[in-house]
């Protein structure tokens, strides 16, 4: 890709990675944006990312498919678990995202999402800056396909790696 040209993601293409009722797909990559990576990620029913925080990173989410329990604030508390009851200073509590939902994580702010239904939700997902998130994603995919019950101390090293703090635990059905 030159300067002068752009890049055109169609409908179903993109660089595919999976594990097991995990599935994500590269759209754009720091080889292609200096800016920011995105993907559309495919959200299991039962999955929970754990509610967790960012020193550099700064994410997007928007809800194309499906519902998911989302947090996106610093609660008056963190507890070590259930942050789907965590509560801001201001009164924010965890809501139901549905489709055309977006949410916007800036640097520093605890977030989290779960998928509560028994239906699998699509998110388009833009991390920034590059390529941090890919790299994440692809290691992490790796960990979630080894088969059995995630690696829950491979996953805690993986995070530390690329500047993840875990606020309380990944779940996965």
């Not at 997902?125 to 994603?137: C, L, M, T």
């Not at 396909?145 to 996953?155: E, K, Q, R």
């Amino acid at each position: 890709m030159t300067a002068t040209e752009g890049l055109l993601v169609p409908p179903g293409h993109g660089r595919v990675m999976a594990a097991p009722a995990q599935h994500v797909t590269f759209k754009v990559t720091g080889t292609h944006s200096r800016a920011a990576s995105t993907f559309e990620v495919v959200v299991p029913p039962g999955f929970d990312v754990g509610a967790h925080v960012h020193t550099r990173s700064e994410e997007l989410f928007y809800v194309l498919e499906g519902e998911l329990d989302v947090l996106a604030f610093e609660p008056r508390v963190r507890t070590p678990d259930r942050w789907q009851q965590w509560e801001s200073r201001s009164g924010n509590r965890v809501v139901r995202a549905t489709p055309g939902t977006v949410i916007v994580v800036p640097p520093g702010c605890p977030h989290a999402f779960a998928n509560p239904t028994e239906e699998p939700a699509k998110v388009f997902f833009q991390a920034s800056p590059p390529p941090d998130h890919e790299r994440y994603f692809e290691e992490l995919l790796e960990i979630l396909g080894a088969g059995g019950p995630p690696d829950h101390s491979a996953i805690q090293e993986l995070r530390a790696r690329y500047d993840i703090e875990q606020l309380t635990p990944l779940r996965h059905r």
